[in-house]
């Protein structure tokens, strides 16, 4: 074999190293992106699980409907991930639309209980009625977004 011939093949052998090593990285970072937006969407505290369930898959903003008023429980609500809302009921007939994404670090949250919306990933919790932090580490409240009722439907607004 020559030279040429040697530094051919061990290059031709790094490049291979390298692909596959680079498609592993892009496979599990893929997952690891796939688990995150995953993570508790259906944990809602009462209601439905999320927006694909809840709004008949249409993912859409505006006038699509997230949910039946019937659907978010009283002291309680749902988190519509695929929409990036939460809709709470602190009280009986008022609804309450925040952002589905923690302010310390961009988690999604995962669970509504106790009166709090929760983020896993770094233990916050958010006050259901005005979206204030209950518990660190966020120090910021979660971003309101504007939920309109009418009748029975409760659409983005």
Known sequence: MSEDQVRESVSGGAATRRGLLAGAGA?????????????GAGTT????????AA???????????LAKTSDIPVGGGVIFASRGVVVTQPSAGVFKGFSSICTHQGCPVSRIDGGTINCTCHDSHFSIEDGSVTGGPATRPLPEREVRVEGESITLA
Not at 45 to 52: P, V
Not at 55 to 65: F, L, V, Y
Request: charged share 15%; aromatic share 0%.
């Open 27 to 39: 496979i599990g970072a893929g997952m690891a992106l796939a688990g995150c937006g995953t993570a």
């Open 45 to 52: 505290g009462g209601g439905a699980a999320d927006g694909a």
């Open 55 to 65: 709004d008949g898959g249409k993912g859409t903003r505006g006038s699509a409907e």
